[in-house]
C-alpha cells in the first residue's frame, strides 16, 4: 500500500505562490489517482483538485480553478500542488490522497483510502 508525505507549506503574503509536493512511497505509483483537499480550522475537510494515474485527467474545484495546478511525475513518484494568487481564504492544512484509477476523476473525501498527515498553508493579509 502506498503512504504519502507532504511538503512545501508555509507563511506567504497574499497575491503569493506556493508549491506543495506529495512524495509516495510503496509500490505501483502510476496506479492511483491522486488528490489534493484541504482543512481549515473549524470547517469539513474540501476538495481541491484530482489528476488520474498518467496526468492526463485533472479537476478543481470551482474556489481554486485557474489559480491552482495539479500535475504528478511518476518517475519520482510524486504529485504537485502550484498554488498561485493565493487568498488568505485558502488558509487550510492542505493533504494529499490516493485512491485506485477507476478511469474516472474522484471529489469526495470517502472515495480516498490513503491519506498524507498535510502541510501547513497560511496566506496573511
Known amino acids: 500500500q502506498v503512504q504519502l508525505v507532504e511538503s512545501g507549506g508555509g507563511l506567504v503574503q497574499a497575491g503569493g505562490s506556493l508549491r506543495l509536493s506529495c512524495a509516495a512511497s510503496?509500490?505501483?505509483?502510476?496506479?492511483?489517482?491522486m488528490g489534493w483537499f484541504r482543512q481549515a480550522p473549524g470547517k469539513e475537510r474540501e476538495f481541491v483538485a484530482a489528476?488520474?494515474?498518467?496526468?492526463?485527467?485533472?479537476v478543481y474545484a470551482d474556489y481554486v480553478e485557474g489559480r491552482f495546478t495539479i500535475s504528478r511525475d511518476n518517475a519520482k513518484n510524486t504529485v504537485y500542488l502550484q498554488m498561485n494568487s493565493l487568498k488568505p481564504e485558502d488558509t487550510a492544512v492542505y493533504l494529499c490522497?490516493?485512491?485506485?484509477?477507476?478511469?474516472?476523476?474522484?471529489?469526495?473525501?470517502?472515495?480516498?483510502?490513503?491519506w498524507g498527515q498535510g502541510t501547513q498553508v497560511t496566506v496573511s493579509s
Open positions: 489528476i488520474n494515474w498518467n496526468g492526463i485527467l485533472t
Open positions: 490522497a490516493a485512491v485506485k484509477d477507476s478511469g474516472s476523476l474522484r471529489r469526495r473525501v470517502s472515495d480516498y483510502f490513503v
Open positions: 510503496g509500490r505501483a505509483f502510476s496506479i492511483y489517482s
